[in-house]
C-alpha cells in the first residue's frame, strides 16, 4: 500500500515522501517500513509501542485509534507530525480535500485559515 | 626567559545547540577558527562528545521536537553521521502496565582505554544504558532502571525539563567502580559496573525538601572525577559546591568560601586536566525564582587552585555589566592543551574563550542557536 510520509523521516527513506510497504494492520506496516528504513519506526513509536505524543499516524483519512488496528484494501497510511511548537496550546486538525496546489487555496484561506486565526490570538510561546 | 610552552596542535570545539551541532576548528595558537557547516540543522542536540580513545569516533546524543531519540555516531570526526542501530530504550513493560520511555539521552560518558568501545549513557527519564560496540547499540542497566529508579520513586520527576542522569564517572583504576549525578535523585556508586548502587549524598544540602538531610533526593548539577587523583571527586550541586576525597563519605561544601554576593549556585564545574586541586565554576542567580543568569547582571568565572579553600574571580573581557548570561552544565569545557583553554557557551547563543586558564575571556561565536553542550578537544 501506499504510505505518505512526514519530511522529518525523508532522512530514513532517501528524500521520498510516498513510499510502498505492506500489512495487515498499522503494527506490520510499522515493522515492514522499519525493514526497509531501519530506524524509523523507533522515531514514530516508542519502546512501549505507543506512538509519540507529536507524531499522528491516519488510515485513510481516520487517525489510528491502535497499533493492531486493521487496515482496509486500498487504504493509504498517512505519518504525520502534528502541529506543536507554538501552538501546543491548540486542538490539531488534520483534512484531506481534492485539489491540486493552486486550484482551491483562495476559497480554503477563506473558508479555513482565516476564522482559524481569528478565533486563535497569537501564541504566548514557542515550546520549540 | 624562555615563554610558557605553547600547545602545537590543532583544537576542535563541539557545540550542540536546540537547533543542531556546529564543529569549531582551532589552529595550534586558537587564534583563527573555522565553523564547518551545521550537522542536523533543526535537531536537539543534548551531547558531544569525541571519544578520547581515537580521537575519530564522535557520538550525538539528539532528537527533534516530534521524532524519537537517537544516537548519531562518526567515525571521521564528524564529517559524516549515521544513526545507531539500536539506541537506548527502556525494557517493554508487562501487558497492562505503563512502562517508561526515554525522552532523550541526555549524557554520553566513553569508557576507559582498556575497554574500546564501551561507552555509558545517561537519560531523561532516569535511565542508565552502556554500549560495546562503539554507540551502535545499547542495553539498559537494569540494576538501575529497574532497582534505583523504583528507590528515588517520583523525586525530581517534575522538574521543568525532565530528570536527567548524568555525570556518569568511571574510576580510571577500575572500570567497574563507577559514579553517577541524578538531578532530583543525588549521587550514587557502583562498584559492580551498575548492578548495585548506593546512595553517596552525606553533607549534600537539600533545601528543597522536607528533610533538611535526606538519604537521597538531592540534586547535583555536575559531577566531575579528577583523572590524576580518582578518589577526589567535586560537584556543583543545585545547593552549592562539593568535595569528597574517597574513602571519605561527607561531601564539605567548598562554595562556602565563595563571596556571599556571588554565593555557589551554578550548573557547570570543569577542573583542570593536570592538576586536582584546580576547578573552575561559573556561579548564577540561584535566590528567589532562581533566575539563573550572571549574579547582578555582572559575568564571572571563579577558579580555585587549592580544592576549594578560596576562589578568585576571573572575568577580564567577560561584559563587566548587564549581562544576563545563562550557561548549562554541559556547556563549559577544557581542551587539555597547555597552556589550557577554556569555552563556555550561553543559552544566547555566544561561545565564550580563553586561552590563558580563564586570566581573559573572548568571544568566539555569537548568533548560535541556545546552546546546551559544549566540549573541546586538542588532536593529536
Request: aromatic share 8%; glycine share 12%.
Amino acid at each position: 500500500m501506499r504510505v505518505l510520509i512526514a519530511s522529518p523521516l525523508y532522512s530514513y527513506t532517501g528524500g521520498r515522501g510516498d513510499v510502498e510497504a505492506t500489512g495487515a494492520t498499522v503494527a506490520e506496516v510499522l515493522a515492514d517500513l522499519d525493514r526497509r528504513f531501519p530506524g524509523i519506526r523507533f522515531r514514530i513509536v516508542d519502546e512501549q509501542d505507543r506512538v509519540r505524543q507529536h507524531m499522528r499516524i491516519y488510515v485513510g483519512t481516520e487517525p489510528a485509534a491502535a497499533l493492531d488496528q486493521r487496515i482496509p484494501a486500498d487504504q493509504e497510511i498517512h505519518i504525520l507530525q502534528a502541529l506543536s511548537g507554538g501552538a501546543a496550546y491548540l486542538t490539531h486538525m488534520f483534512e484531506i480535500y481534492e485539489g491540486n496546489h493552486v486550484n482551491r487555496v483562495a476559497e480554503r484561506v477563506e473558508a479555513k485559515v482565516l476564522p482559524f486565526i481569528w478565533k486563535n490570538p497569537a501564541p504566548q510561546r514557542d515550546t520549540h | 626567559m624562555a615563554g610558557p610552552k605553547r600547545s602545537r596542535r590543532p583544537t576542535l570545539l563541539m557545540i550542540g545547540t536546540r537547533k543542531g551541532a556546529f564543529l569549531f576548528h582551532g589552529d595550534p595558537a586558537r587564534r583563527a577558527w573555522r565553523l564547518d557547516w551545521p550537522h542536523l540543522l533543526g535537531c536537539i542536540v543534548h551531547h558531544l562528545v569525541l571519544d578520547p580513545r581515537d580521537n575519530r569516533t564522535m557520538l550525538m546524543a539528539t532528537r527533534t521536537g516530534h521524532l524519537g531519540p537517537v544516537i548519531m555516531r562518526s567515525t571521521d570526526r564528524g564529517r559524516t553521521w549515521a544513526e545507531s542501530k539500536l539506541p537506548p530504550a527502556f525494557a517493554k513493560a508487562p501487558e497492562g502496565q505503563a512502562g517508561r520511555a526515554v525522552d532523550h539521552t541526555f549524557w554520553l560518558s566513553p569508557g576507559l582505554p582498556s575497554q574500546p568501545g564501551v561507552w555509558w549513557a545517561g537519560t531523561s527519564p532516569h535511565g542508565l544504558f552502556r554500549s560495546q560496540d562503539g554507540g551502535v547499540t545499547w542495553s539498559g542497566i537494569e540494576g538501575f532502571n529497574r532497582d534505583l529508579v523504583g528507590r528515588i520513586g517520583t523525586i525530581g520527576q517534575e522538574t521543568p525539563d525532565g530528570a536527567v542522569t548524568h555525570s556518569i564517572l568511571v574510576d580510571p583504576r577500575e572500570p567497574k567502580h563507577l559514579y553517577v549525578g541524578l538531578s532530583g535523585g543525588g549521587s550514587f556508586e557502583s562498584r559492580d559496573g551498575g548492578a548495585s548502587w548506593r546512595a553517596l549524598n552525606r553533607g549534600v544540602a537539600a533545601t528543597f525538601l522536607p528533610d533538611k538531610d535526606p538519604e537521597i533526593g538531592q540534586d547535583p548539577h555536575i559531577m566531575a572525577l579528577h583523572p590524576l587523583k580518582p578518589d577526589r571527586l567535586y560537584q556543583q550541586n543545585h545547593c552549592g559546591i562539593y568535595r569528597l576525597d574517597r574513602p571519605g563519605e561527607v561531601w564539605t561544601r567548598i562554595g562556602m568560601n565563595m563571596p556571599k554576593t556571588v554565593g555557589d549556585i551554578g550548573f557547570p564545574l570543569v577542573l583542570h586536566p593536570r592538576d586536582p586541586d584546580t576547578l573552575w565554576v561559573i556561579p548564577m542567580d540561584g535566590t528567589t525564582v532562581w533566575p539563573r543568569t550572571s549574579p547582578g547582571g555582572k559575568p564571572a568565572v571563579y577558579r580555585s587552585r587549592n580544592a576549594g579553600k578560596s576562589w578568585e574571580r576571573q572575568a577580564a573581557g567577560l561584559p563587566r555589566r548587564d549581562a544576563w548570561l545563562t550557561i548549562k552544565r554541559q556547556a563549559f569545557a577544557t581542551d587539555g592543551a597547555d597552556p589550557l583553554g577554556l569555552y563556555f557557551g550561553t543559552t544566547g547563543g555566544e561561545i565564550w574563550m580563553s586561552t590563558d586558564e580563564g586570566k581573559r575571556w573572548r568571544v568566539l561565536a555569537s548568533h548560535l542557536p541556545e546552546i546546551y553542550t559544549v566540549q573541546a578537544a586538542s588532536l593529536g
